[in-house]
Structures are given as C-alpha cells and as structure tokens.
C-alpha cells in the first residue's frame, strides 16, 4: 500500500537560506510522486511532479525535488527562500488503486523570517 | 476557462441537516475526486470518480454520498451532517497518463 511521510509538521528559515522539506513514500508499485503548495485559505497548486526518466524535477517558483529509489525520498529544495514562499506543503503519492487518487503526507509549514 | 470551481465557499449546519457541495470543472476531465482537510491530517480522499455515471470510495466515505450524473459535476452530499465533519472539502479533477490533479478553492463546512 502507498503512504506518504513528511518530516517536521514545522520548518523555519530566515530570508535567503536554503529550504529542505523532507518526503518519504511508501509504493508497492514505479510511484508518481508530488508536491504540492497551499496557501492560506487557498486550495492546493502543483509545485511539481515525478513519473518517469530524470531524477531531479524543476517546478515553479525555483523548487526543485529529487526522487531517490533507494531512499524512497523526494525531497523538496529551494536555495534561497523568499517570504513569499511561507506556505503549506504536502508531498504526495499516486494510488493507481483508487483511480490514481492521491495519497497526502500530514503537511509542512513553512514559516520565513526576514 | 475557471478550472475547478467549488460552490459554496462556506456553510454552517446545524447537526442532522443535509447539504450538497458542488464541483464543477471545465476542462473536461475524466477523472474527479473529493478530499476533506483536517488540521495534522493532510487531505484524505472521500469519493472519487473515473468517468460520467461512476463513482468508487476512498479512504474515508462514512456519511457522504456522491454523483457523477454530467462529466463536469461531482456532487457530494451529506444526508445527516454531524460535528465530525467540520472540515474543509476539496474537490479536483485530473486528466492525462499520469492523473495529474487540479484542485478548486475549497469548501468551508462548520457543523453545529
């Protein structure tokens, strides 16, 4: 079965440092994997999306995520935040079980301060 | 082109009255699906469908029902609303190989 795990339900940084926001899954099947951005009192928009070929997706707004087999992670990166970017994230997992619903981890906010 | 548009924004019920929350998509998308949103929770999927006239249960589908009469509506009721689902509903439709989702605004429910 497909879960999601995201560590740190909290991450903060200051204005122009790196941001990290950790995902790992769990697929019993090649997964497709997601992040995608809340903000407050807004629905959720795609950052970016795994399927197949390079490792290293670009999304928008400068994320960029990796997908490691064999640490069964996708980790989500910025290299310089703005205050822009304080949001929700939730990483995400395909469930071809269940019409390709997605299967969420728990969120991360993110807070930036200048 | 709206995308996906969720009616209403907010709503207050009483415990033990009905509602429908409507989705509607412009997009013309095969698939559609309804998340709730709880604070620590992520989004956990109620309903979903994969085409017009079908619909197929998620994780969490006790106390709602759905219908898919027209590829662009997806319905989801609540016949006896309970305190329980206070939450916020989402609603997405999805299209291409990989089912990429694309989600509406939300629906804020407070139920008394």
């Known amino acids: 079965a497909q879960s999601v795990t995201q560590l740190g339900s909290h991450v903060s940084v200051s204005e122009g440092a790196l941001v990290l926001l950790r995902c790992n899954y769990s697929s019993s099947v090649p997964p497709y994997l997601f992040w995608y951005v809340q903000y407050p009192n807004q629905g959720l928009q795609l950052l970016l999306k795994y399927t197949t070929g390079a490792t290293l997706v670009k999304g928008i707004n400068g994320f960029e995520a990796e997908f490691k087999k064999s640490e069964t992670s996708f980790h989500l990166t910025k290299p310089s935040a703005h205050m822009s970017d304080a949001a929700e994230y939730f990483c995400a997992v395909s469930d071809p079980r269940a019409g390709t619903a997605l299967i969420f981890g728990k969120g991360t906010t993110l807070s930036v301060s200048s | 082109n709206a995308g996906v548009t969720q009616t209403p924004k907010f709503r207050v019920l009483k415990t033990g009255q009905s509602m429908t929350l409507l989705c509607a998509q412009d997009m013309n998308h095969e698939y559609m699906y309804w998340y709730r949103q709880d604070p620590g929770m992520g989004l956990r999927l109620i309903h979903y469908s994969v085409g017009e006239g079908t619909t197929a249960k998620g994780e969490v589908p006790d106390g709602y029902n759905v219908s898919r009469l027209k590829k662009q509506n997806f319905l989801l009721g609540l016949e006896s609303a309970a305190p329980s689902q206070t939450s916020v509903y989402f609603c997405?439709?999805?299209?291409?190989?990989?089912?990429?989702?694309?989600f509406g605004p939300g629906t804020r429910l407070l139920v008394l």
């Open positions: 997405a439709s999805a299209t291409g190989f990989v089912k990429t989702q694309y």
